[in-house]
């Protein structure tokens, strides 16, 4: 039971440069997210998918695109890297998106570099 | 703008001691509480959730919370060097909003 698959593990990116990261969740989970954490920063959250089939903004979308390809997979595109986003990135699933809440399983990580 | 705050250490502990780690939040509506432990270069694992006021135990680990207060801890007990990381809090409403997280150092 692999849980949350993020590649790939480690990039450098050259500034303009464009690039899509890749999550998929083998536990049959309907919501998805991506995150960032930067030091000092914690853990931010990019974009979520609540189901498949929906993709909405969360409090840093500026610079990237998300695609929910079906339950398993949901990717996140930055079409010109910059510095800024220089980071690690989180691809997490939970199991429901309202109630009582599911806990997030995350995957393993992305380490991004833009020169 | 819903916030979830913690100290961020680093917080050290002796070994076999009980390590307290505390966290407050701005949202009263939130339902679910959670910890997550992440070390060095690892992504974030949950170890515990916790949804009514009161305490809840598993193992080494207490979650407590105080609604009323706006507050949630965790507390570790006879804690072991296995046990230096970074701990969230995280607090669920609609979405899970982390704290930033504090660092234990466990000193054998």
Redesign the interface.
Same mark, same amino acid.
């Given at each position: 039971n692999a849980g949350v698959t993020q590649n790939p593990k480690f990039q450098v990116l050259k500034t303009g440069q464009s690039m899509t990261l890749q999550c998929a969740q083998d536990m049959n989970h309907n919501s998805m997210y991506w995150y960032r954490q930067d030091p000092g920063m914690g853990l931010r959250l990019i974009y979520y998918s609540a189901s498949e089939g929906t993709t909405d903004k969360g409090e840093v979308p500026n610079g990237y695109n998300v695609s929910r390809l079906n339950k398993r997979e949901f990717s996140l595109r930055l079409e010109s890297a910059a510095p800024s986003q220089t980071s690690v990135y989180f691809c997490a699933s939970s199991e429901a998106w309202e109630g009582h809440g599911y806990g997030y399983t995350f995957g393993s990580g992305t380490r991004l570099t833009v020169v | 703008q819903k916030e979830v705050e913690q100290n961020s250490g680093p917080l050290s502990v002796p070994e076999g001691a009980i390590a307290s780690l505390n966290c407050t939040y701005s949202d009263r509506g939130s339902? @679910?509480f =959670?910890w #997550?432990r992440q070390y060095s270069g &690892? @992504?974030?694992? !949950?170890i515990m =959730?916790i #949804?009514s006021n009161g305490d809840k135990e598993d193992g080494r680990f207490t979650a407590q919370l105080n609604k009323a207060s706006q507050y949630v801890s965790l507390l570790i007990r006879d804690s072991q060097p296995s046990d230096s990381a970074t701990y !969230?809090c995280?607090v669920?409403d609609? &979405?899970?909003i =982390? *704290? &930033? *997280?504090t660092r234990l150092h466990i000193l054998p």
């Open positions: - | 339902q @679910s =959670f #997550y &690892k @992504s974030p694992e !949950l =959730f #949804y !969230l995280a669920r609609d &979405k899970i =982390f *704290g &930033k *997280g």
